[in-house]
């Protein structure tokens, strides 16, 4: 029952960037990536006797963008002129009306506008809705002549529609909404029209190649535009029953618009949401917490579909650094809109006192969209007409791994977020604002997902020019294996490896703030009588003791394994032991701590069996140093070498332990987990038998159990 209540209390969604704002910025990036791809299909489709049309192909792909955004401003700035002529509104006259307009001069109060609207009439519209309109420093409120008259006839349903549209202007979607339209406009005048009508008389198999790309782009364009018109309507409802109350007009309003058209599928091409959405928003905001899978899935569309364009764009001649620019460009639209969405879950997650829900589904739809986009690019087009691109087996081979890479990198990733989104909330909660632990969390994670999306696209080229100098099979392993040991002793690898523990576990430091708090300030919308509930405890300390056991008994077996290699083996051979046999030793022992930590706590224990393999690594490089000094002669780089190579190996093979036994661990727990009827057959038998302790255990050390069940059970506890 406490559950229920919980779940029925309103979390507040204005706590965090909202779906309309990541919606927004996700269109205009969709925008301009398809923009990148059309323009710089334009420029290659140039007839071959406008020499000085194609003097800078980055010239003409970027003043075709800045020509879409040019449109696009001219269309949203003069779009409220054109309305008020189009539809004849005529402002409001305090002289007409005197109590209407000081009406809505006490709800603008209400709403905390700094300056209110211009409210117009529409007096020929006799339906009773509004509209808020307008462009920066100029919004408008349309009333039409139905929504008049409920003044007079129906005040709340007059209060709930005109506080709906200041709810808008509160949550400063205006400029984002009217933008969104003018550069869906834009798209199709200064983009899709000149692309086909440069494909008139060209041959069919280019048009076809690039055609179907095309296509796909208006869609994804329509869809996200859709998408930040819904999410704005939504949004705005739960503003306005804020200042309206749940037992306002607005519900009673919503309740009488019709359903939208087009059956299950039609709610993702409308402009407007279900109204019964909307009505269930106002009581119960849970479902704007939850992570959406096609949210990720066009993110990851938008993101590759012009990352290898943009790329091009880069003013260096290194390739890498080109591809770790784009990154720095595309990594803040990953983690602004998939990232934040995570957070938000983790909210949601704190009051079911579980893990963000969601996260498999989420890195699905950003894998699969991160794939589909490249498909989509003209990069992937100019890949399919390479003469060196990898072919047949090959070609098979690197998709595979390519797919999974990008599927497994994003489940990780998106996995990291939730871990620190989960254990930062509760300090969060403690605070005024979580606006601090979420963005530092975000930052970190932009940065490694800069690095890694340059890395990704660094690689991938490979595709279109990997059959351009073939190589024997043992010169291609031995360029592998260099590579991948090249990636364990580099200090990148090991701060990444840290981070994934350090963050999340750091929270851990804050746990005398979580203790004292009472309640938050900012969590729900109002006033409530529930706290969140307290999680598992981080324990740190277990995993650092364990590491350090671990470390010790690890450098004994070393110990005795230097001993006795070192009298049988040369000194060269012995040096190779030290670089390369004991960091193998090593790794396994570290595996093995962390798989031993992972199992034993209960909330993120495979974080905490990394915490504890780094430790058991640092004492084991320790251990192996002051062992080797004894033998031989170790110098700084031998000892870089060494840390890296223990620490590394040991993190890469311990993660995998880790989730392992923590998935193990938690399956177990379930199985074996109490529940009411088990609670009190235990606890009549051990009344039965007069073992009080055990008894006391069962009710005070498990789930609470409550009358009905506990009557039910009567029969049970029968003392004879």
């Keep these: 029952m406490v559950a229920d209540r919980r779940m029925a209390l309103r979390l507040n969604p204005f706590a965090f960037p909202s779906d309309t704002d990541f919606r927004f910025v996700l269109l205009i990036v969709s925008v301009l990536g398809a923009s990148l791809l059309i323009y710089e299909a334009l420029y290659n489709s140039l007839p071959a006797n406008t020499a000085p049309l194609q003097s800078s192909r980055t010239a003409w792909v970027i003043g075709g963008v800045l020509l879409l955004l040019i449109v696009a401003g001219v269309i949203y700035w003069v779009y409220p002129v054109w309305k008020m002529r189009r539809d004849k509104l005529e402002p409001l006259d305090a002289e007409d009306a005197p109590e209407i307009v000081i009406y809505l001069a006490e709800l603008c109060r209400e709403a905390g506008l700094p300056s209110p609207p211009l409210f117009v009439v529409n007096p020929l519209n006799r339906t009773s809705t509004g509209l808020a309109f307008?462009?920066?420093?100029?919004?408008?409120?349309?009333?039409?002549?139905?929504l008049v008259t409920k003044f007079y006839k129906d005040r709340p349903a007059f209060r709930a529609v005109v506080l709906h549209e200041l709810a808008h202007l509160h949550n400063a979607d205006v400029d984002k909404t009217y933008f969104s339209l003018a550069i869906g406009l834009a798209f199709l005048i200064a983009a899709l029209v000149p692309l086909a009508i440069s494909r008139l008389g060209r041959p069919l198999g280019d048009t076809f190649n690039i055609g179907w790309r095309v296509l796909a782009l208006p869609v994804l364009v329509y869809l996200t535009l859709s998408a930040v018109l819904r999410a704005r309507e939504v949004?705005?409802?739960?503003?306005?029953?804020?200042?309206?109350?749940?037992?306002?007009?607005?519900?009673?309003?919503?309740?009488?618009?019709?359903?939208?058209?087009?059956?299950?599928?039609?709610?993702?091409?409308?402009?407007?949401?279900?109204?019964?959405?909307?009505?269930?928003?106002?009581?119960?905001?849970?479902?704007?917490?939850?992570?959406?899978?096609?949210?990720?899935?066009?993110?990851?569309?938008?993101?590759?579909?012009?990352?290898?364009?943009?790329?091009?764009?880069?003013?260096?001649?290194?390739?890498?650094?080109?591809?770790?620019?784009?990154?720095?460009?595309?990594?803040?639209?990953?983690?602004?809109?998939?990232?934040?969405?995570?957070?938000?879950?983790?909210?949601?997650?704190?009051?079911?006192r579980t893990m963000p829900r969601g996260t498999g589904r989420l890195a699905l739809g950003l894998g699969l969209g991160l794939l589909l986009g490249q498909y989509l690019s003209l990069a992937a087009l100019a890949l399919s007409t390479s003469k060196f691109a990898l072919t047949g087996l090959n070609r098979f081979v690197f998709d595979v791994l390519w797919i999974g890479v990008v599927l497994i990198s994003s489940w990780f990733f998106l996995y990291w977020i939730a871990a620190g989104a989960w254990t930062?909330?509760?300090?969060?909660?403690?605070?005024?604002?979580?606006?601090?632990?979420?963005?530092?969390?975000?930052?970190?994670?932009?940065?490694?997902?800069?690095?890694?999306?340059?890395?990704?696209?660094?690689?991938?080229?490979?595709?279109a020019a990997g059959n351009e100098i073939p190589l024997p099979a043992p010169v291609a392993l031995s360029l592998i294996q260099a590579a991948i040991t090249s990636l364990l002793i580099n200090p990148l690898t090991l701060l990444a490896f840290m981070s994934i523990w350090a963050f999340p576990l750091a929270a851990w430091f804050w746990r005398k703030r979580v203790a004292a708090t009472l309640g938050s300030s900012w969590v729900f919308l109002g006033p409530s009588p529930l706290?969140?509930?307290?999680?598992?405890?981080?324990?740190?300390?277990?995993?650092?003791?364990?590491?350090?056991?671990?470390?010790?008994?690890?450098?004994?077996?070393?110990?005795?394994?230097?001993?006795?290699?070192?009298?049988?083996?040369?000194?060269?051979?012995?040096?190779?032991?030290?670089?390369?046999?004991?960091?193998?030793?090593?790794?396994?022992?570290?595996?093995?701590?962390?798989?031993?930590?992972?199992?034993?706590?209960?909330?993120?224990?495979?974080?905490?069996?990394?915490?504890?393999?780094?430790?058991?690594?640092?004492?084991i490089t320790a251990g192996a140093v002051a062992n080797s000094l004894y033998y031989v002669r170790i110098d700084l780089l031998l000892l870089w070498l060494l840390f890296t190579s223990v620490v590394n190996e040991g993190a890469l093979l311990a993660l995998l332990t880790a989730l392992v036994a923590s998935v193990l661990a938690g399956w177990l727990r379930q199985v074996t987990a109490s529940n009411p009827t088990k609670t009190l057959t235990i606890f009549c038998h051990a009344l039965r038998s007069q073992d009080y302790h055990t008894a006391y255990n069962q009710l005070a050390n498990h789930q609470q159990v409550t009358e009905a069940q506990f009557a039910s059970q009567g029969d049970h506890c029968k003392l004879g």
């Excluded at 019709?258 to 039609?266: A, E, I, Y």
């Design 424 to 463: 930062w909330m509760e300090v969060a909660v403690a605070s005024r604002s979580p606006r601090p632990a979420y963005r530092v969390g975000l930052i970190i994670a932009g940065i490694w997902l800069t690095v890694w999306l340059g890395l990704l696209f660094y690689v991938y080229p490979v595709s």
């Design 134 to 146: 307008g462009r920066l420093g100029r919004y408008y409120i349309i009333l039409n002549a139905g």
């Design 235 to 352: 949004y705005a409802d739960v503003r306005a029953s804020t200042w309206d109350g749940l037992a306002g007009g607005l519900s009673r309003v919503l309740k009488g618009l019709p359903q939208p058209k087009g059956g299950r599928w039609g709610r993702y091409v409308a402009f407007h949401p279900d109204p019964h959405d909307r009505r269930r928003a106002l009581s119960d905001t849970q479902h704007l917490f939850r992570m959406g899978f096609w949210e990720a899935f066009g993110t990851g569309i938008a993101v590759t579909i012009a990352f290898q364009s943009v790329e091009n764009f880069i003013p260096t001649s290194v390739p890498f650094l080109r591809a770790l620019g784009a990154g720095l460009i595309f990594a803040p639209l990953i983690v602004g809109v998939v990232g934040s969405s995570v957070w938000r879950a983790a909210l949601a997650a704190l009051a079911r």
């Design 531 to 619: 706290t969140l509930p307290r999680q598992h405890p981080l324990r740190p300390g277990l995993a650092l003791t364990m590491g350090v056991a671990g470390g010790v008994i690890s450098c004994a077996l070393l110990l005795l394994l230097g001993f006795v290699l070192y009298s049988t083996m040369t000194d060269d051979e012995y040096l190779q032991w030290i670089i390369s046999g004991q960091p193998l030793v090593a790794a396994v022992m570290q595996a093995i701590v962390a798989a031993v930590v992972a199992g034993q706590v209960r909330r993120l224990g495979s974080l905490h069996g990394l915490f504890a393999a780094f430790v058991a690594g640092c004492v």
